[in-house]
């Protein structure tokens, strides 16, 4: 499937019967379920305080904050959509 035309969003009843089925709980090869737990406060170390607390099976911890252009007027920018590719 093109990433273009892939869905992006699901419900968590579709997430829960496609990692339910299988053994582990381990998503399917062309699934990737990502972890963007991220925290306004720089200092906080969100792979430590919020995925390794409890985090979705399978899923893979994306910090989006590496991906973000910081300025003094807004410090917690969007992403940058040429990072993301990269950071993958």
Same mark, same amino acid.
Request: glycine share 4%; net charge positive; hydrophobic share 35%.
């Given at each position: 499937?093109?990433?273009?035309?892939?869905?992006?969003?699901?419900?968590?009843?579709?997430?829960?019967?496609?990692?339910?089925?299988?053994?582990?709980?381990?998503?399917?090869?062309?699934?990737?379920?990502?972890?963007?737990?991220?925290?306004?406060?720089?200092?906080?170390?969100? !792979?430590? /305080?919020? !995925?390794?607390?409890?985090?979705?099976?399978?899923?893979?911890?994306?910090?989006?904050?590496?991906?973000?252009?910081?300025?003094? /007027?807004?410090?917690?920018?969007?992403?940058?959509?040429?990072?993301?590719?990269? !950071?993958?």
């Amino acid at each position: 499937m093109c990433a273009a035309r892939a869905l992006t969003v699901v419900s968590t009843n579709w997430l829960k019967g496609q990692l339910g089925s299988r053994p582990l709980k381990r998503a399917p090869r062309d699934l990737r379920v990502l972890d963007v737990s991220f925290s306004f406060d720089s200092q906080v170390d969100t !792979y430590k /305080e919020a !995925y390794m607390s409890g985090h979705i099976p399978s899923s893979v911890h994306f910090d989006i904050l590496k991906c973000v252009t910081s300025t003094p /007027e807004i410090p917690c920018n969007l992403p940058n959509s040429n990072c993301f590719p990269d !950071y993958m």
